[in-house]
């Protein structure tokens, strides 16, 4: 049985593709490896094949024209056959003792019948220069070493929302959501975390530190020259998880405040990187972006606008967008995140 597929999505990673895939090998027979090449022009196709010929019970490889990260997830998530699903990307890689931690807790999940939609552990920040490395957990947010539900959730940071990096979904479950992120469009990570959040049922924290997110390089999606050049695509995510649900009728109370901040992350994001780019255009596209929310669910606008993220990225005027700006900076400063 494969506990786990992980699908690695790959555009041109020939430098460091190899990483990512040697460290979960460690999992053994317990792990299934996709290796999704996204139309790549260098040698990531070869590398790819020569690892499934050298592991061909654990390594499987999809080539197909390129689709952007999101679809790269898509064709892992169709081609998996393990019981939980994954995504590392070919850059990140994961921690070899907290992946077997993280098995060990599947097989004895397995041996007691039980089965959970959703596992979430830690993640560090393995940035470029940084002496200190950045780890996020959940200690105080989520119950340890049990399995509970969203009504069981304590209070998350902001530098503690749930991301790509720290879930692992129960395979089935994700295909039943019927979840298929967009082609060519960047930060779909945050509709892979977000859409299956109301599929959830049953939720395990495991307190270790198992994905390494490398951070730091000049052409990665979260640079924040990258991030300003692509601040349509953020506005478009943004807007489809605004699409995605009536937060109103979310059964479980702590879930719908965990969605609600949640959008109140994006949309701030969304908005000072539009203000962040200094170009008149942008600051008329982050008061549409507002409007849409606005018309869309009066509702969760009045909670996101008049909460503290909506009145700090919100103050008026130019000395108002440079204070919005500076507490940005400051904030990158003491997470890390880009």
């Not at 397995?110 to 780890?135: F, H, P, T």
């Not at 495991?206 to 300003?228: A, P």
């Not at 949309?267 to 929310?293: C, F, G, Q």
Request: with cysteine.
């Amino acid at each position: 049985m494969k506990y786990i597929s992980f699908a690695i999505p790959c555009y041109n990673s020939q430098e460091y593709m190899a990483h990512a895939i040697e460290s979960i090998l460690q999992g053994g027979d317990d792990v299934e490896i996709i290796l999704v090449n996204d139309g790549s022009k260098d040698n990531t196709s070869a590398i790819a094949h020569e690892y499934m010929e050298k592991y061909p019970d654990i390594i499987k490889v999809v080539d197909k024209e390129n689709g952007g990260h999101g679809d790269a997830v898509n064709s892992g998530l169709r081609n998996a056959t393990g019981k939980y699903f994954k995504v590392v990307d070919s850059d990140d890689w994961v921690d070899v003792e907290a992946l077997h931690k993280i098995l060990q807790l599947l097989r004895n999940l397995e041996d007691e019948d039980e089965e959970i939609d959703m596992l979430i552990s830690n993640y560090v920040y393995e940035k470029v220069g940084a002496a200190r490395k950045k780890c996020i957990h959940y200690r105080n947010a989520l119950p340890k070493d049990e399995i509970f539900r969203w009504d069981d959730l304590g209070h998350f940071r902001i530098d503690q929302y749930i991301l790509m990096h720290s879930v692992i979904y129960r395979t089935e479950m994700l295909k039943l959501s019927q979840l298929e992120l967009p082609k060519h469009t960047f930060y779909v990570d945050n509709i892979y975390v977000y859409y299956p959040l109301p599929y959830v049922r049953k939720i395990y924290y495991l307190d270790v530190d198992f994905y390494r997110y490398f951070i730091g390089r000049d052409d990665q999606s979260v640079n924040e020259k990258n991030m300003i050049a692509r601040a349509d695509q953020q506005i478009f995510v943004t807007k489809t998880m605004i699409d995605m649900y009536h937060l109103k009728d979310i059964p479980s109370k702590k879930l719908r405040r965990y969605m609600i901040n949640y959008l109140a992350i994006m949309m701030t994001v969304s908005s000072i990187i539009l203000i962040r780019s200094k170009k008149s255009e942008n600051l008329m596209k982050k008061k549409e972006l507002w409007r849409y929310l606005k018309k869309k669910d009066m509702r969760t606008f009045l909670k996101i606008r008049y909460g503290i993220l909506g009145q700090t990225i919100n103050i008026p005027g130019r000395s108002g967008r440079k204070i919005s700006s500076m507490v940005y900076s400051a904030a990158r400063r003491v997470i890390g995140f880009n």
